[in-house]
């Protein structure tokens, strides 16, 4: 594998489902960020890990929450999520997270809500 | 608040003709500018960075230029396999923060 992974690649899941999408880089990063799309809306920033240590959250809801077991892993747990949390959910990496480095980005999870 | 603004919203070139586009920002201190490309149903590729005024960047049929105001990404002599969509990005400007604010994006298509 190289580049930035992310399974599974689509989730259908219910509100009262609990579910958790993972996010892998092989770039050697210590920087992890999360992201969601939205049709017609711009990224947005949810979460970002740098050294394993959470160093943002973007004002998300609790129902997301974010794992980083070690710097090249990263999890989003859903719990009671709602049908307008349906998106493209990004992960990215970067070297060390000072924000002027490059992010790459994984293939994404596209989440249906129902 | 940081802002960044990308026009137009969605371009249509035949084969062959070049354009631009553009993406105007509103930070307080840049410190990068990033272009991605996005294909349908997959995550951003990175394009270039750019770091200060007057600064070019190529690779192949694009070249990205950057003002203090704004990014252009020239487009010459484009084929059908150019057609995505064009994302600007600039870091947060916030202290502390590490994340990118992006622009909506431009969907470009290119017609054989």
């Known amino acids: 594998e190289t580049g930035v992974t992310q399974t599974p690649r689509h989730l259908v899941m219910g509100m009262t489902n609990k579910k958790s999408l993972k996010c892998e880089q092989h770039l050697g990063h210590n920087a992890m960020y999360w992201y969601k799309q939205s049709a017609k809306k711009p990224l947005e920033l949810m979460f970002v890990?740098?050294?394993?240590?959470?160093?943002e959250n973007n004002s998300v809801p609790s129902r997301f929450s974010p794992e980083c077991p070690n710097s090249s892993h990263l999890f989003l747990h859903l719990h009671t999520l709602q049908p307008e949390d349906s998106a493209l959910y990004l992960c990215?990496?970067?070297?060390?997270?000072?924000?002027?480095?490059?992010?790459?980005f994984g293939p994404g999870t596209r989440l249906l809500v129902l | 608040e940081d802002q960044v603004t990308q026009s137009p919203e969605a371009l249509r070139l035949q084969e062959g003709e070049s354009s631009s586009l553009n993406c105007s920002y509103t930070v307080s201190g840049l410190r990068g500018l990033f272009w991605y490309r996005q294909d349908p149903g997959k995550g951003p590729e990175f394009l270039f960075t750019l770091y200060s005024a007057g600064e070019e960047k190529e690779k192949e049929r694009l070249k990205a230029t950057l003002t203090k105001k704004e990014s252009f990404l020239h487009i010459t002599a484009p084929k059908p396999e150019d057609s995505a969509t064009y994302l600007c990005?600039?870091?947060?400007?916030?202290?502390?923060?590490?994340?990118?604010?992006f622009g909506k994006g431009t969907h470009l298509i290119i017609q054989p």
């Open positions: 990215a990496s970067s070297h060390s997270g000072t924000g002027s480095e490059t992010q790459y």
């Open positions: 890990y740098n050294f394993k240590e959470q160093t």
């Open positions: 990005a600039v870091p947060y400007s916030g202290g502390g923060a590490d994340g990118l604010t």
